[in-house]
């Protein structure tokens, strides 16, 4: 896609979103979250499909309003539209998933500042269609989330040898729990193998 | 028109206030449902330390702690009472304070005697997933099932893994230190108060 021209609907946007592009391991945005959320699974889960939400709605928005929003505001505008699908996210899970609103804490207003949704709004849906837009919000959504769950289903089982809340066999009789990898600094630890091995993987197109 | 200073002023006002209608229309339609959810969770806390709640789906928690439960009078030193058959069965002392994070909020059953816990559980807390977040666990909060309050100053301890435990101490969890140092606080501060609002009740009389 080049920068000036609308890209089109295609494959490009797919692949970009999920791989070639990847928000967490080759933008390294959104890095905040990434280390807070992914210590148990269902809470990593629930943060995903909450920012995939937030995100391809965000990008259609922001894409609708494209044309008439100055240009010297866009960013405010930004802003005010992400609270707005983050809010009404918040309200959602405190009125029908109480339990899971307790969870995550402060985490679901925290969407807001996540800088992949500001990066995606920024960089493609303020200058694209909003299909496109839609598309390349809900991917990019996706290529977090997996690179999220990756890393959450390690930490949740090494550190307490369960996945989901299931106890493993083998992890949670025999295995030594890693204790430190709950905790935040095992965060980096697992970040950071997951970029490592994500990257060692080439595309084509890198040769 | 667009590139006039006052576009974007207007502009903005006009998003603003389309979208801020939108949230306070979706805020006031799910405005009940928030509060009764606050409410219930608190009432299951309530049953909880006295092991009422347990197999009770969320729609009857309301009826049970009716039933079963009396709001604070004047000799109850601002707990909530357990009563079965006329007779009180126990208090629930309602704890709150600062967590690690952001308040934390509970009830902490006490026998009829007022000298042992009969359990401890908790409505509001913001505490880190996994780790702060595990005091409301059953693992860390069935620890204080039967242990007995501390006289004076040193009424409950929460002490690390390994030491030997008194008869008014329970273990912490691993990894949440500033928590647990919190929370330990948290019941003194409270219990004692607690015990001096019940004697200053007494006293008046």
Known sequence: MSPNGQATLNRDIIVDGLWRNNPVFRQVLGICSTLAVTNVVLNTVVMCVSLTFVMALSCVTVSLLRNITPRNIRMMVQTLIIAFYVIIVDLILKA???????????????????????????????????????????????????????????????????????????????????????????????????????????????? | MKNKPWFAVVYMFVVTAFFSSIVIGFAAFTKDRVEANKQIAFERSVLEVFDLAKGVAAGNIHSVFVEKIKEPDEKSGGAYLYV???????????????????????????????????????????????????????????QFEGKLLGEGDEVFGIVPLGTELADNQVNAISGATQTCTRLELIINENISMWRQQIAGEEVEK
């Open chain 1, 96 to 207: 029908y998933w109480p339990d899971m609103s307790r969870n995550l804490g402060p985490y679901v207003g925290l969407i807001i500042t996540n800088c992949i949704i500001m990066g995606r709004c920024e960089a493609f849906a303020g200058s694209n269609k909003p299909a496109a837009s839609f598309v390349d919000g809900l991917f990019n959504g996706l290529g977090y989330s997996f690179l999220l769950l990756t890393i959450s289903v390690f930490r949740e089982l090494l550190g307490m040898g369960t996945i989901l809340g299931m106890e493993m066999p083998y992890f949670s009789t025999l295995w030594d729990k890693w204790i430190i990898m709950v905790m935040p600094p095992g965060a980096f630890f697992a970040l950071a193998c997951v970029i490592w091995v994500c990257r060692s993987f080439k595309t084509k197109e890198q040769g």
């Open chain 2, 84 to 142: 079965e058959d006329g007779e009180t069965k126990g208090y629930a002392v309602p704890i709150s304070g600062k967590g690690f994070w952001a308040p934390i909020k509970g009830i902490i059953g006490v026998s009829a005697d007022k000298k042992t816990v009969t359990g401890i559980s908790f409505y509001e807390q913001n505490e880190t997933p996994g780790l702060g977040a595990e005091i409301e666990q059953l693992d860390f909060r069935s």
